[in-house]
């Protein structure tokens, strides 16, 4: 009986398939020289079923369908996750940031070995992360050359980080939008004649100061991918730079081989790097500016009210002005006296010359003084005194118109008109009327030339009067000739009128 009862249960071991360190036990210990009782076979056999029966299969285990009774984590070495959790938010400080332990426990600065952490303070710069007691190590982000160290604002207070070591330091993965064209954080440089923009770090770029930048750095050279940085500038000029692109590395292409200005009021440009070259004209320079600033373009948003110099003064662009129309207009002739000879009358006054010009915030620079012709003075039994010139720096100049001459028992000439020089647009002022002299009943004075901007004057005296001429109205009009009757009284012509500037502001 014992014989079969103990090849029953070898028959039953062979019967099931292999299994794996399975530790199984019975209930009861069958010895020999003594009888087996039937229920203690069967209790025997029951138990090794249910034992067999609860193991995994040795070899690849697809039949496991839970671990809940590991009390410790299967370590990456031993097949388990290489992805380790924090259990509480980063701590340390804002750029030596530090995770007190992780789930699994045993994590190692090895390759591929990564931690999520919860972020606990925002970084501002630089920053570096210490796990445990593994050491302190960099953390880096991606680029397109490459990794490159942290900015600043990359960690924010409550994001789920994937910190991921590289074998040389952690890289940072899947927080906000990496960086590659024109996302991360933006950083900021100080204008200088190389502005190396790449060392920031960022791709938004902020670019201080007003230094004239004729060269934007070579911390990219090597790399095969080339990227994009928009650059506000706030002042700041970029030049055209085709001078030995091949060993400064600051070549810098721009459209048209230009220089580019921008506006102290900050405006943007697409810069991107090409890879080092010797050559501009050939497309390998260093630098290609691909955009142009709203002022190099000329393009304004809208004109202010112009400013009306009526006295002389300084004129100081405003704030954001990118190009300024400007027009002058000189003083007007006074009108001709008349001598103490009977029926006399003097010619009119000239009119102003008129100037007009467009010019932009650079030809204009800081500020520009404003001379405001004054108005020609008639003068008793004389020629009556041309008006002044007016002048916008030496930008624009409007003459005066001349005086008108007197009269002397004769018909009188009226003035010449002022001329102008500067700008776009130059008009003559117009000559002054004569005077005519006549005994008769009625003698007619010389009429003072109109202006652009105002009227000249004119006087229609009966025979026997004696008066002084009209003086003119508004700005750069001739005076009016001055005439006598009968009495031989001798008169000043009419004053002509003072000059005039207006400045229409075009600004971003």
Not at 92 to 104: H, I, L, R, S, Y
Not at 294 to 309: T, Y
Not at 460 to 475: C, P
Request: aromatic share 8%.
């Amino acid at each position: 009986m014992r014989k079969i009862i103990l090849w029953f249960l070898a028959a039953l071991c062979f019967a099931l398939p292999a299994r794996a360190n399975v530790p199984c036990s019975v209930p009861f210990t069958l010895t020999n020289g003594s009888i087996a009782d039937a229920s203690q076979v069967m209790a025997n056999y029951n138990a090794l079923i249910a034992c067999f029966t609860n193991a995994a299969a040795a070899g690849a285990n697809s039949d496991i369908t839970s671990l809940n009774a590991l009390t410790t984590p299967i370590p990456p070495v031993a097949g388990g996750s290489n992805v380790f959790l924090t259990t509480a938010p980063t701590g340390g400080t804002a750029t030596a940031q530090t995770v007190a332990t992780t789930t699994p426990s045993g994590f190692a600065l090895t390759f591929g070995f990564s931690v999520y952490a919860k972020i606990g303070i925002t970084n501002t710069g630089p920053t570096t992360l210490t796990v445990g007691s593994t050491a302190t190590t960099s953390v880096f982000k991606r680029a397109p050359g490459g990794p490159v160290a942290l900015t600043g604002g990359e960690l924010q207070i409550g994001d789920v980080a994937l910190f991921v070591f590289d074998g040389t330091q952690y890289e940072l993965l899947g927080v906000h939008r990496e960086q590659g064209g024109f996302d991360g954080p933006a950083g900021s440089v100080a204008s200088a004649s190389t502005t190396d923009v790449a060392s920031t770090g960022a791709h938004f770029v902020n670019i201080t100061g007003t230094t004239t930048i004729t060269n934007l750095g070579n911390t990219l050279a090597g790399q095969t991918a080339f990227p994009r940085y928009l650059l506000t500038l706030n002042g700041s000029q970029i030049n055209f730079n085709a001078t030995n692109c091949a060993t400064t590395g600051g070549c810098i292409a721009t459209p048209g081989n230009v220089n580019v200005t921008t506006s102290s009021a900050g405006e943007s440009v697409i810069a991107r790097y090409t890879g080092q070259g010797s050559n501009l004209g050939a497309g390998a320079g260093n630098w290609t500016i691909e955009s142009m600033p709203r002022s190099a373009q000329g393009i304004a948003r809208r004109a202010l009210a112009p400013q009306v110099f009526t006295a002389s003064g300084t004129y100081t662009p405003t704030v954001g002005m990118l190009f300024a129309d400007v027009e002058c207009l000189g003083g007007g002739g006074a009108g001709g006296g008349v001598t103490n000879a009977v029926n006399n009358s003097g010619g009119g006054g000239g009119a102003a010359g008129y100037a007009r010009g467009f010019f932009s915030a650079a030809t204009i620079g800081a500020s520009q003084t404003v001379t405001i012709g004054a108005a020609g003075t008639g003068v008793s039994a004389a020629n009556g005194n041309a008006g002044g010139n007016t002048t916008f720096g030496a930008l624009l100049t409007a003459n005066g118109g001349s005086g008108g001459n007197a009269g002397d028992n004769t018909n009188s000439v009226g003035g010449n008109g002022g001329t102008a020089t500067g700008g776009y647009l130059q008009v003559v002022g117009d000559q002054g009327l004569w005077g005519f002299s006549a005994a008769s009943s009625r003698v007619l004075s010389g009429k003072g030339a109109n202006s652009i901007y105002g009227s000249g004057g004119r006087y229609l005296a009966n025979q026997g009067s004696g008066v002084a001429g009209v003086a003119a109205t508004g700005f750069g009009a001739g005076g009016g000739g001055a005439v006598n009757g009968a009495s031989s009284a001798a008169n000043a012509g009419g004053n002509g009128s003072g000059g005039i500037c207006l400045v229409t502001e075009f600004i971003q």
